[in-house]
C-alpha cells in the first residue's frame, strides 16, 4: 500500500476511532452514574462473578479468527462463511455446557440465585456469535466508522433498556437486560453496515487454515482473561458480594478509562502494522503509534486517579467512597495497558502469535504467584493490588524485548517515546493536586483539578514543541474546518 494511502487510512482511522471511543466513553459515564445511583455494591457483585465465564465464552467463539482474517494476504467468502458457521455452533455448544454448569456457579459462589440469572445473561454470546464474521470484515477493511454508528447505537438502546429496569426495581436483572440488549443491537448493526453477507454453504476448511495461527490467538486471549478476572473471581469466593462489589465498580471505571485509547487504537493498528510493509517501515509506524497513545493515555488515566476522591462520592453517591483506593492503584497501571496493547498488536501483524502467547501466559502465572503469597500471608486488597500494578507496569519491559528482536526497537528509543509524556502527565496532576488543596467545596475541588490538569498539560505540550500535540491539534482543526 502506498505511503500516502496508508498515512490517510490510518489518519482516517484514529479520526472515527477517537470519536467513537470518546462518544462510546461519555455514554457510558453518564448511564454508569445513574445506574450506579439506584444500584448496590451487592447488585454488581452478582454480574461480576458471572463475569469470567461469559468472557472465556466470548474468547472461545471468536478462537482469534478476526485477528487471523487482518493479516491474511487473501480473504474471501469463504473464510467469513467458515468463521460465522464455526462461532455460531460454538456458542451454541458452550450455552449447553454452561446452562448445565449453572448450580455448580452458584454453589461456587454461595449465591443460590445466580443459577437462573447465569442462564438468561450467558444466552448473550449466542447472540454475539452472528456478528463475529461482519464484525471480522468491518475489522479488516479499516471501516472504522461504520463500527462507531454500530457501538453508538447499540449503547444509546441499551443504557434505555438498563436504566428503565433499575429504576422499575430490577436491580441486578436491570444489568443483565442492558448487556443482552447491546449485544443483540451491535449485531443487528453490524448486519445493516457491513456489505458482506453469507452464504448456505458450511464449509469450514478455512478454519482449519487459520487455525495454526488463530489457536495461539485463542490461547492467549483464554490466559488473559483468566489473567484479568482471576482477582475478582477470588473475590466472589472468599469475600462478601459487598466487597465483590466495590472492586468491580473500581475495575470498571479504570477499564472506561484505558479502554477509549485502546479502543481507539487497536481499531487502526494491527491492520496498518500489518500492511506497513518492511521492518523499518514497521517501526517508524510503531514508535508514532507509541507516542500518540502515551500523549493520550498517561494525562486520562493519571487523571481519573486525581479526580477519584472527588467524582466518586459526587457522581456514584457515598457508598462507592471506598472503592478509590483501589481505582486510583488500578489507574496507575491502565496508563500503561494501552502501550502493552500496542506491542501485542505488533506480534500478531508480524504472524508471531506463539510469542505473543508465551509473554501473556508469563505474566499471568506471575501474577498468580504474587497473589497467592500474597493473600495467604495475610496482606490486605489495597497490598495485592500495588504488587499487581506494580507487574503490569514492569511487564512492559519483557513487551519491548520481543518487539526489539522483531524490528530492532532500541530501549532508549521507547524510553524518549513514552517518559516525556508520562512525565509530563505526572507533573501536571501535580499542580492540580496543589491548586485543588486551596478549595474546600468538593465539587470546587473537581473542577480546578480537572482545569488546572488540562491547562498544565497542554501547556507542556506546546512549550515543549511535542510534534505529536501539534499534528493532533491541527488534523482536528482540518477537520472542523471541513464540517
Not at 271 to 278: R, S
Request: positive net charge; proline residues 3%; hydrophobic residues 55%.
Amino acid at each position: 500500500m502506498a505511503e500516502s494511502s496508508l498515512r490517510e487510512r490510518t489518519a482516517k482511522g484514529l479520526f472515527w476511532g477517537g470519536i467513537s471511543g470518546g462518544v462510546q466513553q461519555i455514554l457510558a459515564l453518564v448511564i454508569g452514574i445513574v445506574l450506579a445511583r439506584h444500584l448496590l455494591p451487592a447488585d454488581y457483585g452478582m454480574v461480576a462473578m458471572l463475569t469470567v465465564f461469559s468472557l472465556l465464552a466470548a474468547n472461545l467463539e471468536e478462537s482469534g479468527f478476526t485477528s487471523a482474517i487482518a493479516i491474511k494476504k487473501n480473504v474471501g467468502d469463504r473464510d467469513y462463511n467458515a468463521v460465522l458457521w464455526f462461532s455460531l455452533i460454538m456458542s451454541v455448544v458452550l450455552y449447553g455446557v454452561l446452562w448445565f454448569a449453572a448450580p455448580l456457579i452458584s454453589m461456587f459462589n454461595h449465591t443460590p440465585e445466580l443459577t437462573k440469572l447465569a442462564r438468561v445473561s450467558f444466552l448473550g454470546f449466542v447472540v454475539s456469535s452472528l456478528g463475529i464474521a461482519q464484525s471480522a470484515y468491518l475489522f479488516r477493511n479499516l471501516m472504522v466508522k461504520q463500527r462507531m454508528i454500530a457501538t453508538f447505537i447499540a449503547v444509546c438502546t441499551a443504557g434505555v433498556v438498563g436504566i428503565v429496569l433499575v429504576l422499575r426495581g430490577f436491580a441486578y436483572w436491570g444489568l443483565v437486560a442492558q448487556d443482552l440488549t447491546y449485544k443483540f443491537m451491535i449485531v443487528l448493526m453490524y448486519w445493516t453496515l457491513s456489505p458482506w453477507r453469507p452464504r448456505m454453504q458450511f464449509d469450514l476448511k478455512p478454519i482449519r487454515e487459520m487455525f495454526g495461527f488463530s489457536s495461539k490467538i485463542l490461547a492467549t486471549n483464554v490466559l488473559t482473561t483468566l489473567n484479568n478476572q482471576f482477582l475478582q473471581a477470588q473475590l466472589g469466593h472468599y469475600f462478601p458480594r459487598h466487597e465483590v462489589g466495590l472492586y468491580s465498580q473500581a475495575n470498571k471505571w479504570n477499564t472506561m478509562g484505558y479502554s477509549l485509547i485502546t479502543t481507539t487504537m487497536s481499531s487502526v493498528a494491527q491492520p496498518v502494522l500489518a500492511k506497513a510493509g518492511e521492518e523499518s517501515r514497521q517501526k517508524l509506524v510503531f514508535r508514532k503509534m507509541v507516542r500518540f497513545t502515551s500523549f493520550l493515555s498517561f494525562p486520562a488515566m493519571f487523571g481519573l486517579a486525581a479526580v477519584s476522591p472527588e467524582f466518586v462520592p459526587l457522581a456514584l453517591k457515598t457508598q462507592w467512597t471506598a472503592c478509590v483506593p483501589y481505582l486510583q492503584i488500578l489507574c496507575v497501571a491502565g496508563a500503561f495497558i494501552p502501550v502493552s496493547q500496542l506491542y501485542s498488536n505488533l506480534l500478531i501483524s508480524r504472524g508471531r502469535s506463539s510469542k505473543f502467547f508465551i509473554g501473556t501466559a508469563s505474566m499471568m502465572f506471575m501474577q498468580l504467584a504474587i497473589i497467592l503469597v500474597l493473600y495467604f500471608c495475610g496482606s490486605g486488597m489495597l497490598m495485592l493490588l500495588c504488587f499487581v500494578a506494580g507487574l503490569q507496569v514492569a511487564w512492559l519491559m519483557v513487551w519491548h524485548f520481543m518487539a526489539h528482536r522483531e524490528i530492532k526497537l532500541r530501549f532508549m528509543e521507547t524510553l524518549l517515546d513514552i517518559s516525556p509524556f508520562a512525565v509530563s502527565a505526572a507533573v501536571s496532576m501535580a499542580a492540580a493536586w496543589g491548586a485543588a488543596m486551596l478549595v474546600d467545596c468538593m465539587a470546587a475541588k473537581l473542577a480546578v483539578k480537572f482545569l488546572i490538569a488540562a491547562v498544565s498539560y497542554c501547556a507542556i505540550m506546546y512549550f515543549a514543541h511535542a510534534e505529536i500535540f501539534r499534528e493532533s491539534v491541527e488534523f482536528v482543526f482540518s477537520k472542523l474546518r471541513k464540517h
